[in-house]
């Protein structure tokens, strides 16, 4: 049993169009995290999020509490978006919990 | 501001060695955290340190052990290496673990042969 489910694994986009990866949880959260790696490893965190709604140039999170559910969005995706991005949880006891990822590929 | 700095970035050991890992938070981070990432079971929380002591630990077996020194540095050891402890190992500072972002390392990459 995973606590932190992502969807999808894969993900082939154009460049330009609109993108959206899913994570849900089942455990009790302090935070939810949205993290991003490259090829090579670097692991680079994007949104640390526990209520409504951040944004940041063309990346949108929003989580719902009650729901256990988060979403990454893309707008206007690029090339160089294309990478694992990862949904973790910190939960209300302590421990640290990671989706499986999801790899993006935005054609250009 | 300096980031967070991993070493070494590769190592290869040989099973039953041991092996320790260092990670040096960004200035004025008190927490450190650890990190396990294989293709097999993805990204897993080894164990977190505040202020020099472990505050929270992952699922692992007692071979993992870290440490945090009085500057916040922080040191992995993995004793008696198995094939299946190859992975990349990742290092991740912040102000406050549960409250504030995560800044992670570059890793080091551990192969056991």
């Known amino acids: 049993k995973n606590e932190v489910e992502q969807s999808p694994q894969n993900l082939t986009a154009q460049e330009g169009e609109f993108i959206t990866i899913n994570c849900s949880y089942s455990?009790?959260?302090?935070?939810l995290h949205w993290l991003q790696q490259h090829p090579g490893g670097g692991i680079v965190s994007l949104f640390m999020?526990?209520?409504g709604k951040k944004k940041h140039g063309r990346l949108i999170a929003t989580i719902n509490i009650q729901e256990k559910h988060s979403s990454l969005h893309i707008t206007a995706s690029h090339p160089r978006d294309s990478a694992v991005y990862i949904c973790?949880?910190?939960?209300?006891?302590?421990?640290?919990?990671f989706g499986t990822g999801t790899s993006l590929t935005v054609i250009p | 501001k300096a980031g967070v700095t991993q070493t070494p970035r590769y190592l290869i050991k040989t099973r039953g060695q041991q092996v320790t890992l260092s990670c040096s938070p960004i200035?004025?981070?008190?927490?450190v955290s650890w990190y396990q990432q294989t293709p097999g079971q993805g990204l897993q929380f080894l164990f977190e340190?505040?202020?020099?002591?472990?505050?929270n630990k992952g699922n692992f077996p007692g071979r993992f052990s870290g440490r945090q020194f009085s500057n916040s540095r922080s040191e992995m050891n993995v004793s008696t290496l198995e094939l299946g402890d190859s992975a990349l190992y990742l290092c991740?500072?912040?102000?406050?673990?549960?409250?504030?972002?995560?800044?992670f390392g570059n890793g080091t990459r551990l192969t056991v042969t």
């Open positions: 991740a500072s912040s102000l406050e673990n549960t409250g504030s972002p995560l800044h």
């Open positions: 455990v009790g959260i302090s935070a």
């Open positions: 999020l526990s209520s």
């Open positions: 973790a949880v910190s939960s209300t006891g302590n421990q640290f919990y």
């Open positions: 200035s004025g981070h008190r927490s």
């Open positions: 340190y505040f202020s020099e002591t472990q505050r």
